[in-house]
């Protein structure tokens, strides 16, 4: 009588280590790939632009229009670059996308029981503009840092602030320097001087309420303590360091 034979097969591997690996490979490509190309062309737009399109869009705002033109680093005047670091990140041109420091102190203050401040880069906010979506969610905050790490390995410093001085917003619908410099004060980005320039990176944590056309008395001191810190740091030339 024959015996049955043995099922000495060995146990199959598991496929599933390999999938992930695999699947996490081609999420980080088909990620950076985006970042690579707008290492060298002007994004057309961001995810903060097609947001606010959208909503006008389901609000049925017809009178909305979004103004927006990409210039060069070099045809922006050289005032409103060190504006923009003298207000949101003064150590952008030597940190690698975050603050540490400034994140350390954000965390104290909000153990001491004071309101959690922000404390992002420049570079995180133009991963959050360019890329993401409004909102203070754990995922969003993740996918800003890689993005933020993405951003900084792929992108030199003066074309992380040319994207962002392109595509922030100063005003409901107006975005990027040349726009906003048109819009409040009638000349070209170029032209920007030094009052004009302070005055725009003031409103940047809220350009919905800090107006630039309507300053209000907080505001101004905004832009005064602005021009004391680009003087301190040394002008425009701090950025060519």
């Known amino acids: 009588m024959r015996t049955p034979a043995k099922s000495s097969s060995r146990p199959r591997p598991r496929r599933w280590p390999r999938r992930v690996v695999l699947a996490l490979l081609a999420f980080i490509a088909l990620t950076w790939l985006p970042v690579l190309i707008l290492r060298f062309l002007p994004?057309?737009?961001?995810?903060?632009?097609?947001?606010?399109?959208?909503?006008?869009?389901?609000e049925g705002d017809g009178r909305f229009a979004l103004k927006h033109r990409y210039l060069p680093l070099?045809?922006?005047?050289?005032?409103?670059?060190?504006?923009?670091?003298?207000?949101?990140?003064?150590?952008?041109?030597?940190?690698?996308?975050?603050?540490?420091?400034?994140i350390g102190e954000a965390m104290d203050d909000a153990d001491d029981g004071a309101r959690l401040r922000?404390?992002?880069?420049?570079?995180?906010?133009?991963?959050?503009?360019?890329?993401?979506?409004?909102?203070?969610?754990?995922?969003?905050?993740?996918?800003?840092?890689?993005?933020?790490?993405?951003?900084?390995?792929?992108?030199?410093?003066?074309?992380?602030?040319?994207?962002?001085?392109?595509?922030?917003?100063?005003?409901?619908?107006?975005?990027?320097?040349?726009?906003?410099?048109?819009?409040?004060?009638g000349k070209s980005a170029r032209e920007l001087g030094a009052r004009e320039s302070a005055l725009l990176a003031a409103s940047l944590p809220n350009p919905l309420k800090l107006?630039?056309?309507?300053?209000?008395?907080?505001?101004?001191?905004?832009?005064?303590?602005?021009?004391?810190?680009v003087r301190q740091l040394g002008g425009p030339g701090y950025l060519a360091r």
């Open 43 to 58: 994004p057309p737009t961001s995810a903060f632009m097609v947001e606010r399109r959208f909503a006008a869009w389901r």
């Open 74 to 102: 070099a045809d922006i005047s050289v005032e409103l670059p060190i504006a923009l670091v003298a207000a949101e990140d003064q150590k952008f041109p030597f940190h690698h996308g975050f603050d540490l420091q400034a």
């Open 118 to 185: 922000g404390a992002s880069t420049i570079s995180q906010q133009v991963a959050k503009n360019l890329f993401l979506w409004n909102g203070r969610s754990l995922v969003r905050k993740g996918l800003e840092a890689y993005f933020t790490v993405l951003i900084e390995l792929t992108w030199p410093k003066s074309r992380i602030l040319e994207v962002y001085a392109n595509i922030a917003q100063f005003g409901d619908g107006i975005y990027g320097a040349d726009a906003a410099a048109r819009q409040f004060f």
């Open 211 to 229: 107006r630039v056309d309507a300053p209000s008395p907080y505001m101004l001191g905004r832009v005064a303590w602005i021009e004391r810190q």
